[in-house]
């Protein structure tokens, strides 16, 4: 089968078609005929020889797809040949074909197409697992979402405002902040005009907020601490702006706040199938009534997965950027 490999760590173009073994299907996996792909920043970092793939994940990127169950492990009773269906992986979502388990897979909601719908499994699993499971974010509070039009960003604003959480978000122009608040968010605020942390002293009164979803990391968070309503959460789920940040520990103990830093791809199985079970009970209801949706920037084919790569390196993209492979 096609799958996008990466010989040798680089830019967008390190990134090739090859013919590679067919998966064959575990005792509790499925083989998904892989419709499309979504494009993520960890697919970025695997690329680049900064993030590899967990044991036994395949050695390409692609972290969740859409597609068709075309075959069964022989201990799978939850699925059938012929499900339409939305999976999150370890790894190989940039293929014809992937193995996966059996409990990270999802019924394709009603209300989104097919190719579509790869845009979902990572973004909501992400913002479920730590908004709502780890930082406990329940209705009546305040959540600061950064990078409020990346796929992750998108779904974090129209979740928490479905669920009764005023949202504020950050986006870097003033037409990506226009979309922040179209999706939900109280207020979108412009970082490149704007300090956000005197943005949200003004809109919440001086209280801050409750939870801080940062995928910005590096000097973010010290901003972050000062921008915690007492008792807040922050939750660090990247470091785009670097691995290295100094806080002030004291301002941090005089609110109770707590900095959480998590990822996904390589949880425990176990706590990977409770965070789809969770998505599944919680979530899949608001996407398939449309209060929560995938918004998409591009759509590319798997021959030109480069051109995607570039394109969520540029910054530019308001949504998810996906691979078309059938």
Request: aromatic share 4%; glycine share 12%; proline share 6%.
């Given at each position: 089968m096609?799958a ?8 967008p173009d ?5 013919e ?6 575990g ?16 697919d ?8 590899p ?8 990127p692609?972290?969740e797809?859409?597609g ?12 059938k040949?012929?499900?339409y269906v939305?999976?999150?992986?370890p790894?190989?979502g ?6 996966v ?11 989104v197409?097919l ?11 992400t913002?479920?697992?730590n ?12 959540l ?7 796929g992750?960003?998108t779904?974090?604003?129209?979740l928490?405002?479905?669920l009764g ?15 922040t608040?179209?999706l ?5 605020i412009n ?5 956000f ?11 801050g ?6 995928m910005v990391g590096g000097d973010?968070?010290?901003?972050d ?6 008792g807040?959460?922050i ?11 100094t806080?002030?520990?004291?301002r941090l ?11 996904l ?8 199938r ?6 599944r ?8 009534s ?6 998409l920037d591009?759509?590319?084919t798997?021959?030109?997965?480069h ?6 390196e540029?910054?530019?993209h ?9």
């Amino acid at each position: 089968m096609r799958a996008i490999t990466v010989p040798t760590p680089g830019g967008p173009d390190a990134l090739t078609l090859s013919e590679v073994e067919e998966p064959v299907a575990g005792p509790h996996e499925v083989i998904i005929d892989v419709a499309a792909a979504g494009v993520n920043r960890a697919d970025v970092a695997q690329r680049e020889g900064k993030y590899p793939p967990p044991a036994g994940a395949p050695a390409w990127p692609g972290l969740e797809v859409s597609g068709t169950v075309v075959a069964l492990g022989a201990s799978v009773t939850a699925w059938k040949v012929g499900d339409y269906v939305v999976a999150l992986l370890p790894g190989g979502g940039y293929a014809d074909r992937v193995a996966v388990d059996e409990g990270l897979v999802l019924p394709m909601p009603r209300r989104v197409d097919l190719v579509e719908a790869a845009g979902l499994p990572e973004a909501v699993a992400t913002v479920w697992s730590n908004l709502f499971m780890s930082a406990e974010l329940r209705g009546g509070e305040t959540l600061l979402v950064h990078g409020g039009t990346s796929g992750v960003g998108t779904i974090a604003i129209q979740l928490a405002a479905a669920l009764g959480v005023t949202v504020y978000a950050t986006a870097g122009s003033p037409e990506k902040v226009a979309v922040t608040e179209q999706l939900g968010a109280t207020k979108g605020i412009n970082y490149r005009e704007t300090d956000f942390v005197e943005a949200i002293r003004e809109a919440t009164d001086g209280r801050g907020v409750d939870v801080i979803l940062d995928m910005v990391g590096g000097d973010y968070l010290a901003r972050d601490v000062v921008a915690l309503a007492p008792g807040g959460r922050i939750m660090v789920i990247a470091a785009q702006g670097g691995n290295d940040a100094t806080i002030n520990v004291g301002r941090l103990m005089q609110k109770r706040g707590r900095i959480w830093g998590t990822t996904l791809r390589a949880r425990p199985l176990d706590e990977r199938r409770a965070i789809i079970a969770q998505v599944r009970e919680h979530v899949w209801p608001l996407v398939e009534s449309g209060k929560v949706r995938p918004l998409l920037d591009t759509v590319e084919t798997l021959d030109f997965a480069h051109r995607a790569h570039r394109r969520m390196e540029s910054g530019g993209h308001v949504g998810k950027i996906l691979l078309a492979v059938r």
